[in-house]
């Protein structure tokens, strides 16, 4: 067996697709270990001539825990409903079948065509006589209503792929729905839920219109309005907010590196075959 001829210009377009992602990299990664005056005296591109970890340590002073904290309560919550609302929802769309549950479903899915910029006004007076202004949890009813119609139409076109040869052979077996669910339909459905985990994460942990609306005291800001701390009106602290930044994506790296196995068997097939 002969070896191909080595393909240069694929060689070459690798390297140049490198550099564009390793330069970003550099360029933030490089000034959050630098000084405020070094950075600037040298410029972005500049190598660090001395390695510090005071930005780090200067986010946490300035609030940056507390930001993390809040954030995390609001992404947890947001995927915790998310998960007990969309996989029960989904399973009853695909296996009842009646005029009722499509309608629903339709009206449901209304949520995608509708912004929350358009309905921010109306949510702000909803959420202020409910009595959950500048409260986590104003933010968190919000966040996780508007993931609910993609969560349901990723989930529910998941499901729909399972055959109903394994719903026959469970209903032969005299299985109960709660035993089909569980044991057939989750399990079967795991792309599909790693898949609303992670883009309802990422919506609650990206969020800005809400928390900025909706709250208003430094003990309920999130991270989004947190990094607005390194701007004054004498200019920007960018090592400072380039450290934060660091710091506030390494989460979301984590919950996708946990959930790629799951998200790519979505991408082959149910189950993963």
Not at 71 to 87: E, G, Q, Y
Not at 97 to 108: A, M, S, W
Not at 196 to 220: H, R, Y
Request: proline share 5%; hydrophobic share 55%.
């Amino acid at each position: 067996m002969t070896r191909g001829r080595p393909n240069y210009l694929a060689g070459l377009g690798a390297l140049l697709w490198l550099g564009l992602v390793a330069l970003p990299l550099y360029v933030m990664l490089g000034a959050t270990v630098q000084s405020r005056a070094e950075y600037s005296a040298n410029g972005p591109l500049a190598f660090p001539r001395s390695f510090s970890l005071d930005n780090y340590a200067q986010d946490f002073s300035n609030g940056f825990g507390r930001y993390f904290l809040n954030t995390v309560a609001v992404t947890a919550s947001v995927v915790a409903i998310v998960l007990l609302l969309v996989p029960p929802l989904a399973f009853s769309i695909v296996r009842n079948r009646g005029r009722g549950t499509v309608r629903i479903f339709r009206l449901f899915l209304l949520g995608l065509a509708i912004p929350a910029q358009a309905v921010i006004v109306p949510m702000f007076y909803a959420i202020s006589k409910a009595g959950l202004y500048d409260n986590l949890i104003g933010v968190i009813l919000p966040t996780a209503a508007f993931c609910l119609p993609v969560c349901a139409l990723i989930l529910t076109g998941t499901m729909r792929d399972i055959t109903g040869d394994l719903f026959e052979a469970m209903a032969i077996d005299g299985a109960s729905t709660r035993r089909v669910f569980f044991q057939l339909v989750v399990p079967l459905s795991r792309g599909g839920i790693a898949t609303i985990v992670v883009f309802s994460a990422l919506q609650a942990w990206n969020g800005f219109l809400f928390p900025l609306v909706l709250t208003q005291s430094e003990e309920t800001k999130v991270l989004t309005l947190g990094l607005y701390n390194f701007q004054t009106e004498h200019g920007v602290d960018i090592p400072g907010l380039l450290a934060a930044v660091v710091l506030s994506t390494l989460p979301v790296l984590f919950v996708y590196l946990f959930a790629r196995r799951a998200l790519v068997q979505g991408l082959m097939g149910v189950g993963g075959k």
